[in-house]
């Protein structure tokens, strides 16, 4: 029975494709042409591709990723079955971090937060400090 449940749930893992699949489907036409797939630390894109790119990117990433964690999954059953479930528990935090990645990567592109600077507006630090534009309008 034990080796009947680890081989279901080993399965089981493959469940992401087709829900990661259906997401970018349900959403096909409402993603823009260009989307940001690629963030720095501050949550700003840094890195576009197409529509198709992002798809491919995304479901590559996560077909590897299954590929691999069921080749691993499946030895470690074979050599050491005590380490097997832990390991099994490693992978399903391992692709649930590659689905929000592709959720979260179309999410912020049908609802890209407005652009905007941290160094504009009225409480700007260049607005505060008006010695900069002293400077610039004497030596001008």
């Given at each position: 029975?034990?080796?009947?449940?680890?081989?279901?749930l080993?399965g089981?893992?493959?469940?992401?494709?087709?829900?990661?699949?259906?997401?970018?489907?349900?959403?096909?036409?409402r993603?823009?042409?260009?989307?940001?797939?690629?963030?720095?630390?501050?949550?700003?894109?840094n890195?576009y591709?197409?529509?198709e790119?992002?798809?491919?990117l995304?479901l590559?990433?996560?077909?590897?990723?299954?590929?691999?964690?069921?080749?691993?999954?499946?030895?470690?059953?074979?050599?050491?079955?005590?380490?097997?479930?832990p390991?099994?528990?490693?992978?399903?935090?391992?692709?649930g971090?590659?689905w929000f990645?592709?959720?979260?990567?179309?999410?912020?592109?049908?609802?890209?937060?407005p652009?905007h600077?941290?160094?504009?507006?009225?409480?700007?630090?260049?607005?505060?400090?008006?010695?900069?534009?002293?400077?610039?309008?004497?030596h001008?």
């Amino acid at each position: 029975m034990n080796r009947i449940a680890y081989k279901t749930l080993v399965g089981l893992m493959w469940l992401a494709l087709p829900v990661t699949t259906l997401d970018y489907w349900r959403n096909w036409d409402r993603l823009p042409v260009r989307m940001a797939v690629h963030f720095d630390a501050n949550w700003q894109p840094n890195g576009y591709t197409s529509r198709e790119g992002a798809l491919d990117l995304g479901l590559g990433i996560m077909v590897f990723m299954l590929v691999v964690s069921t080749v691993g999954l499946l030895i470690a059953h074979a050599l050491k079955p005590a380490a097997a479930w832990p390991l099994l528990l490693v992978f399903y935090v391992t692709i649930g971090f590659v689905w929000f990645g592709n959720h979260s990567i179309i999410k912020w592109n049908l609802n890209p937060p407005p652009a905007h600077s941290e160094l504009m507006g009225s409480d700007s630090p260049a607005v505060r400090d008006s010695s900069g534009a002293k400077f610039l309008t004497l030596h001008s």
